[in-house]
Each structure stands twice: as structure tokens, then as C-alpha cells.
């Protein structure tokens, strides 16, 4: 069945740097949009960035512009959350998401601290 598999969470200090990556199976990722999402303890899950089937346009949180860059290989299944000069607000649970898959997959954490 379609799935996503998260990964590249981690402890990073404040100004550093991820990329988290998320792998898509059971279904033709080159064909869908694919986004990021995260979900702060105490928040609700919020939309990070996004691109398009091909990976030609993109969007991003206001939060994020300048520092998140979302891109994809879809030769190799998979979509990437590059994150720069990442900030304490930062940390949460990171999510990707397929209008091809229902649900939400493990995650993966991101904590910025000091």
C-alpha cells in the first residue's frame, strides 16, 4: 500500500542545520504534490513547505522562508526538507504528506536546543 517513511531527525543546536528525508512507496511519487508538515507539543500540526509533482514550484511557511528548502528526487522516491539556521520554535515532530496517502506516517523529531 502507499506509504511515507520519515527520517533525519535529531538534536541540532540553535543556528544549525538538517535535512530530513522522506521516502514514498506503493504508489507513482513522481505524480504527486508532496508537503511538510510539523506538529509543536501543544500546537496544532501546521504546513512547512510544499512543491509541486515535478518540483518546479514550491512554498513555504512564512516562519521558514529563507531558511527551509523543500526538493525532491523522483528518481530515487523521495522528497527532502533541508533546514538551515534552525531556531528553538523550530523543534516539533516533522510529517510528510500525499494527497496519494491517508494518514499520517511516524514522523520525525526535531529538537533545537542549546
Known amino acids: 500500500q502507499a506509504q511515507l517513511v520519515e527520517s533525519g531527525g535529531g538534536l541540532v543546536q540553535p543556528g544549525g542545520s538538517l535535512r530530513l528525508s522522506c521516502v514514498a512507496s506503493?504508489?507513482?511519487?513522481?505524480?504527486?504534490?508532496m508537503s511538510w508538515y510539523r506538529q509543536a507539543p501543544g500546537k496544532e500540526r501546521e504546513l512547512v513547505a510544499a512543491?509541486?509533482?515535478?518540483?518546479?514550484?514550491?512554498r513555504y511557511a512564512d516562519s521558514v522562508k529563507g531558511r527551509f528548502t523543500i526538493f525532491r528526487d523522483n528518481a530515487k522516491n523521495t522528497v527532502y526538507l533541508q533546514m538551515n539556521n534552525l531556531k528553538p520554535e523550530d523543534t516539533a515532530v516533522y510529517y510528510c504528506?500525499?494527497?496519494?496517502?491517508?494518514?499520517w506516517g511516524q514522523g520525525t523529531q526535531v529538537t533545537v536546543s542549546s
Open positions: 512543491t509541486t509533482s515535478a518540483g518546479v514550484a514550491t
Open positions: 504528506t500525499s494527497p496519494r496517502v491517508n494518514g
Open positions: 506503493g504508489f507513482t511519487f513522481s505524480s504527486y504534490a
